[in-house]
């Protein structure tokens, strides 16, 4: 499902009407749409004021309370634009509203709006174009839609909640926080992407009639991943299937505190269905690591410390005969292990999931241009060291920068948090919605490498299986926190509710 910004928002609407859609037809299904939700929001009796600016989105409003007051709801408009000033679209959708004896003041009536239980608001400041805080009348209203809710009134945000950026899902300044919006032709960004749910409220997308050969001319610059695109990534198993057919999967994990993390990966790529799973770690992890897990294999690297040149040979000997290798979590570093970490997955030659520690031995510069495929799954502290770039920089543009280190680096990224991403150097980046505050916990992240190992042991290409496997791993957390709730939810949770998932997708 295309995630559009703000731009390709306007270059939908200039297609569509080159290609023969009438603008006033667009809005009127947009604001039919509106007063659809409205009337779902309103209690019996419910009062509605609709809000309106000097744009299209205030245009939507005006369609919306005509339709409304036509029905009989008691509904009028607040607006914050002169009316002698509205041109197109908006101003006809104006004089409609007003032909029709709807009720409507200017911006002096904003501090007499006030409603409570039952009633609604409807924001129709501001849209997607916003690109600054707003100012002036518009705070005002934000500030009057903020305290009729808080008196108990629904609000119901059109196309997007007023002071949100449509690209990054962050408030410009003043912000409308909605328990509704309705967004037309497709979802933007800023819906997703966070905090901008929490402003949005329950989203519906409605189907305004631009047409598809209008939407095909506007390249798409990211995707939403949704539940039946990702089960549809894995295939079913053959009834014939045997454990090697299964998949092989090495797991390169764990040093002495950090034997959790070893134990985690290796479950997570059990329990994504790999056939055979091996650990390979220093003597003094093995026991620890495999406790309660006797489906794994393992395999002890001699020697102590840190990874080194020196294990090279005795890893790329372990990664013969398996199909992917999942390296990093809890791994010993040291000032040697970037360059043998390198040089043991170019030798090994096998699809390979890298994760935590081997991230940080191997720094941007390791991870670019590794001649294997490769899927990186950093959480945005180690973004922020990979790339140079500070944390907020990083949160602040999550799907750029995902897509551009992707292309850079020439692999698979996976930017793990809420709304994880997951970007390819040749294909839109896709964001998973799923996933609960709950996952924010130790060894999640471990669990996700080993389940991204199994995919890709199992067959599936590398943006294939980072993007299945997010999804996968944010629904077993869902599906974990709505019988265990989300304070103390624990990684094992979460791995042992993978089975949840396969069985709700007959995989």
């Known amino acids: 499902m295309r995630l559009a910004t703000a731009a390709e928002v306007r270059a939908l609407d200039a297609a569509a009407i080159a290609a023969g859609a009438s603008g006033g037809a667009l809005m009127a299904r947009a604001g039919a749409a509106v007063a659809r939700a409205a009337r779902a929001l309103l209690a019996p009796g419910g009062r509605v004021v609709v809000l309106c600016g000097a744009g299209n989105n205030g245009g939507d409003g005006w369609v919306a309370l005509r339709l409304l007051h036509q029905g009989g709801v008691a509904a009028r408009a607040v607006t914050l634009a002169d009316p002698a000033a509205l041109h ?40 997607t174009g916003l690109a600054r805080a707003p100012e002036g009348a518009y705070a005002a209203a934000i500030a009057q839609l903020a305290e009729v809710r808080g008196r108990g009134a629904q609000v119901l945000a059109v196309d997007v909640p007023s002071g949100l950026s449509a690209n990054t899902g962050r408030a410009l300044g003043a912000c409308v926080t909605a328990d509704r919006t309705v967004t037309f032709a497709c979802l933007k960004r800023g819906l997703v992407l966070h905090p901008g749910p929490a402003h949005a409220g329950a989203v519906e997308v409605v189907d305004i009639g631009i047409p ?12 939403l991943l949704v539940e039946a695109e990702a089960r549809a990534l894995v295939p079913p198993r053959p009834p014939g299937a045997h454990k090697g057919d299964a998949g092989r999967v090495l797991v390169v994990a764990g040093s002495a505190g950090k034997s959790g993390a070893a134990h985690l990966a290796l479950t997570g ?15 003094e992890v093995l026991p620890l690591a495999l406790a309660g897990r006797p489906e794994a294999m393992s395999l002890a690297l001699p020697g ?11 890893l790329t000997a372990a990664a013969e005969g398996v199909d992917a290798v999942v390296v990093g979590p809890g791994i010993p570093r040291g000032a040697e292990t970037g360059a043998a970490l390198r040089g043991w997955l170019e030798r090994a030659g096998k699809p390979c999931v890298i994760d935590a520690d081997a991230l940080n031995a191997l720094g941007g510069s390791g991870v670019a241009g ?6 990186v799954t950093p959480h945005p502290g180690e973004m922020s060291r990979l790339t140079g770039r500070s ?45 609960n505050p709950g996952m924010a916990t ?25 993007r299945a496997a997010a999804f996968a791993h944010a629904l077993a957390g ?21 089975g949840e998932v396969w069985a709700r997708w007959g995989r």
């Not at 974990?480 to 993978?498: F, I, K, N, Q, S």
């Open 88 to 127: 197109g679209d908006a101003r006809a959708a104006f004089e409609a509203a007003a032909a029709a004896g709807a009720r409507w003041e200017g911006a002096a009536a904003l501090p007499r709006v006030e409603l409570g239980p039952g009633d609604l608001a409807v924001d129709a400041l501001l849209g």
């Open 212 to 223: 598809a050969a209008a939407e095909a001319q506007v390249p798409v610059g990211a995707e």
């Open 269 to 283: 790529a059990l329990r994504g269905g790999a056939g055979l799973v091996t650990l390979a770690a220093r003597p």
């Open 304 to 314: 102590s410390g840190p990874l080194g040149l020196d294990d090279v040979a005795a």
């Open 370 to 375: 590794l001649a294997v495929p490769a899927v």
């Open 391 to 435: 944390i907020g920089e990083i949160q602040a543009d999550r799907l750029g920068a995902a897509a551009e280190h992707a292309r850079a680096w020439g692999c698979v990224v996976v930017l793990k948090g809420a709304g994880t991403v997951v970007a390819a150097p040749d294909a839109p980046p896709a964001v998973v919605a799923a996933g």
């Open 442 to 466: 130790g060894g999640t992240g471990d669990v996700l490498a080993g389940l991204v190992g199994a995919l890709l042991a199992g067959g599936l290409a590398p943006f294939d299986a980072a």
């Open 478 to 498: 869902d599906l974990a926190a709505a019988r265990l709730g989300h304070r103390g939810l624990l990684a094992g949770d979460l791995a042992l509710a993978l």
